[in-house]
């Protein structure tokens, strides 16, 4: 005999209990578990191990709240999916954060952080500063990349040269990384005094306290001393004791970041983050303080990488919570361990250390002093627009050498302030 239906009333309940008792559905924000989104553009596949293993931590102690995890996103593929409304609830970011801010994409963490009592102070206030529009905070500090000089001794050794110092200055950088290129007559360079430099010119010139973006009356106006005096040492550094893209290639170089590990490259400026692929090598090599210019103001610059919020994520509360966890010491100390950079974190840098290259300690002295960011804050400017104009106008500098520095910083000057370059670009 068939056995009569069930009442529809309790269809309905035997289907919301199987709901809530299903694998991964614990109550958590209406009985189901919470799935948040997690971006990186990231490649390093130490920091992505560490990554992974800092997820299924968090997720093992909040097991109510699931983590996907992707890496190695391209940052335009978030900017088009935020755009859209289905972007990450989560994403770490290293480049401009004004335009996410200008089109309401970072959410504003400063009230989330008060009602949790999250304690700012860890981070350096710099940082946080940077971060910082009006009384809102839009993003994480997570990463901090300081600058340093890395020098091989074998080759100060061979030269007889004294190992550089914090007395040094840009004139000394240059005159011994001068003396420190071999050139022969005839065929390829054997050594460079100074390593890819192209690079880091955005580094040289906030270094020496300019800023290719320095408005006067409303106008981009980049011809300042300070913009000179840093373009005319990047230049004298390439012609005289930098390899070009094809020295790089002939001497197995492979990358700017490896130039320096072939044992042919005296020395250079070297962000932290470079520490993940330069503490690998067996080579005889450490750091010293960069240099400082020999007139005018004198910069100690940072970068940076931050966790944003998507200000339109469902789960707010949830999100945060695992930016607060991200932002423990132990998650830091474990960040730090990969050299990818420095954690963010002042008290968590110990493990970035090494015993066999003493001077990495340069890196936090350089994190204690920091003043300056490499990416200025241009409010109603599109930074990733002009760099992109300042780097092609450079190209036209060097090494096509088809104008002077006049005319590049004439040129520079009208092309920043053309309407093809509004001041706004939305």
């Known amino acids: 005999m068939p056995k009569a239906p069930l009442p529809l009333v309790l269809v309905s ?3 919301g209990l199987s709901s809530l008792l299903a694998p991964g559905c614990l109550r958590q924000e209406g009985g189901r578990q919470v799935v948040l989104r997690f971006a990186s553009a990231e490649p390093n596949l130490e920091q992505i191990r560490v990554t992974r293993a800092l ?10 709240i699931r983590v996907e995890a992707e890496f190695g996103i391209a940052p335009r593929k978030i900017l088009v999916q935020t755009a859209a409304r289905v972007g990450p609830d989560i994403f770490l970011w290293w480049f401009d ?8 994409v970072a959410g504003d963490l400063a009230p989330l952080a008060a009602e949790a009592g999250f304690d700012w102070s860890v981070f350096h206030p710099y940082l946080v500063d940077y971060y910082r529009r009006g009384d809102a905070i839009h993003a994480f500090p997570v990463q901090l990349k300081t600058y340093a000089l890395v020098y091989n001794r074998d080759l100060f050794d061979a030269a007889g040269e004294p190992y550089p110092d914090g007395t040094w200055t840009w004139d000394r950088y240059r005159e011994v990384a001068r003396r420190l290129t071999i050139k022969p007559a005839r065929g390829p360079a054997l050594q460079f005094g100074n390593g890819p430099f192209a690079q ?5 010139v906030r270094a020496h306290g300019g800023d290719w973006f320095h408005r006067e009356n409303g106008r981009y106006a980049p011809d300042t001393p300070e913009n000179r005096r840093a373009v005319s040492l990047i230049l004298a550094l390439l012609r005289e004791s930098s390899p070009r893209p094809e020295d790089i290639e002939s001497f197995g170089g492979g990358s700017f970041s490896q130039a320096f590990l072939t044992g042919k490259v005296a020395m250079q400026i070297a962000p932290a983050w470079m520490m993940s692929i330069f503490t690998q090598s067996r080579g005889n090599w450490d750091v010293a303080p960069a240099p400082r210019p020999v007139e005018g103001p004198a910069r100690v610059v940072f970068d940076d990488a931050g966790l944003v919020l998507n200000a339109r994520t469902a789960h707010p509360e949830a999100a ?3 930016l607060r966890f991200y932002a423990e010491a132990s998650a830091m100390r474990d960040f730090a361990a990969g050299r990818n950079g420095l954690a963010a974190r002042r008290d968590a840098n110990e493990p970035f250390l090494s015993p066999t290259v003493p001077g990495l ?5 350089a994190a204690e002093a920091a003043d300056t960011p490499i ?3 241009l409010l109603d400017g599109d930074y990733n627009h002009l760099s992109t104009i300042v780097n092609n106008e450079f190209e036209r500098l060097f090494p096509l050498g088809e104008i002077d520095e006049d005319e590049f910083f004439r040129r520079l000057e009208r092309r920043l302030n053309t309407p093809a370059s509004p001041i706004q670009r939305r």
């Open 361 to 365: 300690a340069r890196y936090l002295d």
């Open 97 to 104: 954060l004004q335009p996410l801010v200008n089109k309401g």
């Open 320 to 322: 945060f919570k695992f």
């Open 13 to 15: 309940l035997l289907l």
């Open 200 to 204: 880091f010119r955005d580094y040289v």
């Open 55 to 64: 997820v299924a931590e968090f997720e093992r102690q909040n097991p109510d």
């Open 375 to 377: 990416k200025p804050v």
